[in-house]
C-alpha cells in the first residue's frame, strides 16, 4: 500500500507546486503530450518484451495494494505435520491436507509427496518450477524499469516535435508562449513519468520478485525434508533456521555491514 501512496504524493507535489506558482493546473495536461510520451513508450515497450509480459507487469502492479508473500511460519508448522502424518500413517494419508493447500507451489510439492517421488526427482522438479515463476515475476519489474528508460527520451523528442510546431507558427507571436510551454509538457511527462513512477515501481516489483524466489526455496527445502523422512522436530527446526538467517540478512542490510560482519561503529 505504501508504493500506492508513494505514487499518489509524488503527483500531489508536482500538482502543488504548480498551483503554489500560480500557474493554472491546466498547464500540466496536453493530450498531444501524453500520446506521444506514452504511446511511444509503450510501443518500445510491446517491441521489446511482447504483449504477455507487458501484462505480467500490469498484472503485478496490484501488488503495492497487496504484496504477495507466505505465511512461512504456518507452513513449517505444517511441514512438520505432514511429515508426521507421513511417518505414521504414509504418504497417502496426506491427500486430505491437499484440499486445504491454496497455493498452486505448495500444492504442486504435496502433491509429489503424496506420488512418493524420490528426492532426486523432487528438487529439480520444484527447482524448475520455481525458476520459471521467478522469471515471471522478474519480468514485471524489468517492464517497469525500461519504461522508466524509454520515457525521457520519449519526452525530449516529444517537446522537439512541440518547438517545431511553433516555428511554423511564428506568424503568430501571441500563441508562441502557450505552444513552446505545451511542447515541454512533454519532458515533464518522460522525466516525471520515469523518476517519480516507472523506475521506482520496477524496483519495488523486482524486490518483491525477489522475496518470493526466497519464500519458494525454503519451501522447497521443506519437501526435501519430508521426502527424507525426517521427523517433525527436526523440519520445525532445519526451516526455522532458515527464517533465522533471512532476518540476519535484513539487519546486516539494514546496517551497511556484510553478513556475518559488525556493522562499523560510529567514532
Not at 148 to 158: A, R, W
Not at 194 to 213: C, D, H, K, S, V
Request: proline fraction near 4%; include cysteine; hydrophobic fraction near 50%.
Amino acid at each position: 500500500m505504501s508504493g500506492i501512496i508513494g505514487i499518489v504524493l509524488a503527483l500531489a507535489i508536482v500538482v502543488l507546486s504548480t498551483m503554489a506558482d500560480g500557474d493554472p493546473i491546466s498547464a500540466l495536461f496536453s493530450v498531444t503530450a501524453a500520446l506521444i510520451v506514452f504511446g511511444g513508450t509503450f510501443t518500445a515497450l510491446l517491441t521489446q518484451f511482447g504483449f504477455a509480459a507487458m501484462l505480467s507487469g500490469l498484472s503485478r502492479v496490484m501488488w503495492l495494494v497487496k504484496p504477495p508473500s507466505t505465511d512461512l511460519g504456518a507452513f513449517i508448522e505444517r511441514c512438520a505435520g505432514w511429515s508426521n502424518t507421513a511417518r505414521a500413517q504414509g504418504a497417502l494419508a496426506l491427500e486430505e491436507a491437499l484440499g486445504e493447500v491454496t497455493d498452486p507451489f505448495e500444492k504442486k510439492g504435496l502433491q509429489m509427496i503424496i506420488d512418493n517421488t524420490p528426492r532426486e526427482d523432487l528438487e529439480p522438479t520444484l527447482g524448475v518450477i520455481a525458476e520459471n515463476a521467478a522469471r515471471e515475476d522478474h519480468t514485471a519489474g524489468e517492464v517497469w524499469e525500461a519504461a522508466g528508460g524509454y520515457s525521457p527520451t520519449i519526452g525530449v523528442m516529444g517537446a522537439v516535435l512541440g518547438l517545431i510546431h511553433v516555428m511554423l507558427r511564428l506568424d503568430h507571436p501571441e500563441e508562441l508562449g502557450e505552444g513552446i510551454a505545451t511542447a515541454f509538457v512533454a519532458t515533464i511527462y518522460g522525466v516525471g513519468g520515469a523518476n517519480l513512477i516507472f523506475l521506482p515501481l520496477g524496483t519495488r516489483l523486482a524486490a518483491l520478485a525477489e522475496a518470493r524466489e526466497r519464500e519458494r526455496h525454503i519451501i522447497i527445502q521443506g519437501f526435501l525434508l519430508i521426502a527424507e523422512g525426517k521427523p517433525g522436530i527436526v523440519i520445525r527446526q532445519t526451516l526455522q533456521s532458515f527464517l533465522a538467517d533471512k532476518k540476519t540478512a535484513k539487519r546486516a542490510d539494514a546496517e551497511g555491514a556484510p553478513l556475518g560482519e559488525p556493522a562499523a561503529e560510529g567514532a
